[in-house]
């Protein structure tokens, strides 16, 4: 045999078995993501950079879309367990009561694979009640504290600007994401509470809710999907009733997530304000997540500010784990340099400010 075909033989069976072993831990490997829904802005950022980071590892995956569903998620989890997965991550839909986390771990536990939730936290007693269980996410009352800061902080530069109708007194709507979820209910809280206590401290009023007959004090997504169309028919409607010409125009705007700010601006902009326009009127209104279409409309001048929950870093500790449990270490191996909690697995990203490049 010559030469020549002696080397692009040995090139041939190496290029193979490069092949088989590089594919060697794809094809082994099974691992299902399960999204609450699709349909969230934020989560659709996760995925995108999950899903690549998997792909670049060439790690085979499947992604699921429960389509805000707990029964459609749940047998979701069923079949693909049935099916082989050698790994289960789960952003959950009920995040109310522990029912149905419960039964996803159990159902993991049952096939010994490893189940790793995120971004819609489970509880403690759910993590510890199974060794190969961890939680990835965010400490859920932090985006609240920020927020509330970064309102305060805001209004009391621009109280004067703010308060339309002069009345030395600033009101505002609250759009709230999901009724029994942490992040919505902290959010709701703190981030009112925080903005009040900056406010006291420049001797000014506290926010006041638009609607004194509205004891809960947030307008809620009854669907639970965090959805711009919620807060924007919302707005719409409010615009109709509280508005300049009756001189008790709404002069904050809070959402749970940028999802709702997007949709609350485009009923205020269809009013005539926050056009970005530099003579049209802009509410201040602020959000959650610092997605792509958020930073735009801040630096557009049409929103205020938003509370950046980086999709990118969640992905990348997500992808940490899988890594670790396919190559047969524990869930948090090597992850000493993400906040850890004390005394349960929980892997915390935080938050930041984002009021805009230059800002």
Not at 220 to 249: C, F
Not at 281 to 302: E, M, Q, R, W, Y
Request: with cysteine.
């Amino acid at each position: 045999m010559k030469a020549s075909k002696i080397i692009i033989l040995i090139c041939v069976l190496a290029l193979c078995f490069g092949a088989f072993y590089g594919c060697g831990r794809s094809k082994s490997a099974d691992v299902h993501v399960f999204y609450y829904t699709y349909s969230d802005t934020y989560i659709s950022t996760v995925r995108a950079s999950l899903d690549k980071q998997l792909g670049d590892a060439g790690i085979s995956y499947q992604d699921h879309d429960g389509n805000n569903n707990q029964t459609t998620q749940t047998e979701q989890v069923q079949t693909a367990i049935t099916k082989g997965a050698k790994l289960i991550v789960v952003n959950i839909v009920t995040t109310g009561s522990d029912d149905a986390a419960n039964g996803i771990v159990s159902l993991a536990r049952d096939a010994g694979i490893p189940v790793i939730f995120f971004n819609r936290e489970v509880s403690d007693g759910v993590v510890k009640s199974y060794d190969k269980c961890i939680f990835i996410g965010t400490d859920a009352a932090e985006a609240g504290y920020l927020q509330g800061d970064m309102i305060g902080d805001y209004v009391v530069k621009n109280y004067n600007a703010i308060d339309l109708n002069d009345d030395g007194k600033i009101s505002y709507v609250m759009f709230m994401g999901e009724k029994g979820n942490n992040e919505a209910i902290y959010r709701t809280q703190y981030s009112v509470e925080n903005a009040n206590k900056k406010l006291k401290e420049a001797g000014k009023p506290a926010l006041e809710f638009y609607d004194k007959a509205n004891n809960d004090k947030y307008l809620l997504d009854r669907d639970g999907k965090w959805s711009a169309q919620a807060a924007n028919e919302y707005m719409t409607t409010i615009l109709a009733s509280y508005n300049t010409q009756n001189k008790n125009m709404v002069e904050l705007v809070i959402c749970n997530n940028d999802g709702m700010a997007e949709g609350a601006i485009s009923a205020l902009s269809g009013a005539g304000f926050n056009t970005g326009a530099a003579n049209a009127t802009s509410i201040p209104v602020f959000g959650v997540d610092a997605t792509s279409a958020a930073v735009s409309l801040i630096g557009a001048g049409k929103m205020a500010g938003t509370i950046k929950q980086d999709a990118d870093g969640m992905a990348t500790a997500i992808m940490k784990s899988v890594s670790n449990s396919l190559d047969g270490k524990a869930l948090l191996s090597g992850m000493s340099d993400y906040q850890i909690d004390d005394d349960v697995n929980k892997v915390r990203i935080h938050y930041s400010v984002y009021l805009g490049e230059n800002k």
